[in-house]
């Protein structure tokens, strides 16, 4: 009785949430098995005279696919989402930043840095991604001493949102390229521009500091799923192949951000009710 009391809902929205970050690695690694490159959110792009950089693109490509199914069946899953979160989180300090301040042509502006964020969201969605799964059985299970250390990052997972929230200034210094993201059936397009910048913004936020954190997850959560099915898909349905494969990968990358934002929303309260259950 306990377990269907727990398992309602919530749960639903959770198995979900932890199956599109899957869904996303997955498809990274897809498009870097097809391409034989790095994506940018991964890593800064590379002069292509590195003599093998196709087959370590391709290596790690298969890497993502392969823990992006662990996660979708549930598979050392916990895990999977912590070395990530840390592969992740290392790129930034290690490749991204220097790129940005040494290579790219225009560090002093604020998309310039748009694959910095989109990696600094994959690695904190990793980690929310790791917390759900529940507290780590025991350290006699095999669990490594860097594992365990790794576990001191699941709480800062939410500041992923730090990408939801630059995103939503972007969406007024750039809003009218923004303006043209906007599907052509929905009028008003600089309202709408404005309107999700300050959504993006003030969820991001309060998100970040905990403030309603909840109502707030599900705002951020229910509004980034609408704009995967209304903008992203038809997007990559219609343009699959240009940036090699950017709107499927933003589709996939959007989909991990929902999928996140709904985790931080359930996940905790039905953790805390399956142990006051069992």
């Known amino acids: 009785m306990g377990e269907a009391q727990v398992d309602g809902i919530d749960g639903k929205l959770i198995r979900a949430g932890q199956a599109f970050y899957g ?3 997955a498809t990274n690694g897809i498009l870097q098995l097809y391409y034989g490159d790095f994506r940018s959110q991964i890593l ?7 003599p093998g950089l196709a087959i370590c693109a391709r290596l790690m490509g298969l890497a993502l696919v392969v823990s992006g199914i662990a996660i979708l069946i549930r598979k050392k899953a916990r895990m999977v989402a912590l070395v990530w979160g840390a592969v992740l989180l290392g790129f930034i300090p290690l490749f991204h930043v220097p790129y940005m301040l040494l290579v790219s042509p225009h560090p ?3 998309g310039s840095w748009a694959d910095t964020f989109n990696t600094l969201a994959l690695a904190g969605i990793a980690f929310v991604v790791a917390g759900s799964f529940g507290p780590p059985n025991g350290a006699g299970e095999g669990t490594s001493a ?8 699941i709480p800062f997972g939410r500041f992923f949102c730090i990408t939801i929230v630059a995103f939503g200034v972007c969406h007024f210094l750039y809003a009218p390229y923004i303006d043209t993201l906007v599907p052509a059936w929905i009028p008003w397009h600089r309202f709408w521009t404005y309107f999700a910048g300050t959504c993006l913004i003030g969820s991001g936020t309060a998100i970040i500091l905990k403030i309603r954190l909840q109502l707030f997850a599900i705002l951020l959560g229910t509004m980034i799923f609408l704009w995967v099915l209304m903008l992203h898909i038809p997007r990559a349905i219609v343009d699959p192949y240009s940036g090699e494969g950017n709107e499927i990968e933003s589709a996939a990358r959007a989909l991990a951000e929902s999928g996140a934002a709904f985790l931080l929303a359930y996940a905790p309260q039905r953790q805390k ?6």
């Open 23 to 25: 869904i996303c690695l």
């Open 44 to 50: 800064p792009p590379w002069p292509s005279r590195i």
């Open 108 to 110: 002093n502006r604020l």
């Open 146 to 153: 860097l594992l365990w250390q790794l576990e001191r990052l």
């Open 273 to 278: 009710r399956v142990r006051e259950y069992t």
